[in-house]
């Protein structure tokens, strides 16, 4: 399998402009989840999908995120507008399992800039 | 509630030397212990985890962790590290259905 993708690897975008972060999870996984990594917060979870339904957004910083997951194998997490706080390395990563005692499997991230 | 304290964010070591990688953590439930490791431009991968069972865990590239109940500690170790160890390594715990909780890292540094 060649694990979780992610694109774009690198995002560089101007305040205000609308970023679309791209992921297909491992298959057969049914459970999905975005992070977002950053040297003051750490990797903190935005939100994650059981069988692409949405189960916890609490952790979504505000109403310019949004997540979908249209199939089994496609999801998005959109900013828009997008702001420089939201510079950061945005993970996401799938699991058999779920997270209580599955094992993660997370993909080489897209990070983003915005200016 | 959970959470997951990893008492250094910096280690660093000299190569071939032993090292450990502190973790506390804090649950209401039974837990499941993992730690994980990332290395530069790259995703976290699981390096090994603590579900039931023996408390040493054994994982991939010569690490392990015991699993201390009374002290609700998950410590890493490696009794030799190589300068290809250089990482982040992450402690993280989940159980009770509670969502994963990452701690904020410690940065391990392989000096030659």
Not at chain 1, 81 to 86: F, L, V, Y
Not at chain 1, 97 to 100: K, L, Y
């Given at each position: 399998d060649a694990g979780v993708i992610q694109s774009p690897r690198h995002e560089v975008t101007e305040m205000g402009q609308e970023v679309t972060l791209r992921c297909k999870p491992i298959s057969g996984h049914d459970y999905l989840f975005w992070y977002r990594q950053t040297m003051m917060r750490g990797l903190e979870l935005l939100i994650y999908f059981n069988n692409n339904v949405p189960i916890d957004d609490s952790g979504m910083p505000e109403d310019r995120f949004s997540a979908k997951m249209p199939n089994a194998s496609f999801s998005t997490l959109k900013i828009q507008?997008?702001?420089?706080?939201?510079s950061a390395v945005y993970f996401c990563a799938s699991s058999l399992?779920?997270?209580?005692a599955g094992e993660l499997f997370f993909g080489e991230g897209s990070r983003l800039t915005v200016l | 509630a959970q959470s997951v304290t990893q008492l250094d964010s910096q280690v660093p070591v000299f190569e071939e030397a032993p090292v450990e990688l502190r973790c506390n953590y804090s649950s209401s439930v039974s837990v499941y212990l993992f730690w994980y490791v990332q290395y530069p431009n790259q995703g976290l991968q699981l390096l090994l985890k603590y579900?039931?069972?023996?408390t040493l865990v054994k994982g991939i590239n010569g690490f392990e962790a015991e699993f201390n109940k009374s002290q609700t500690s998950f410590h890493l170790r490696k009794p030799s590290v190589h300068i290809s160890d250089t990482a982040e390594y992450f402690c993280a715990v989940s159980g009770g259905s509670y969502i994963p909780t990452f701690g904020r890292g410690t940065s391990l540094i392989v000096h030659p």
């Open positions: 507008p997008s702001e420089p706080r939201d399992q779920g997270f209580e | 579900l039931s069972g023996s």
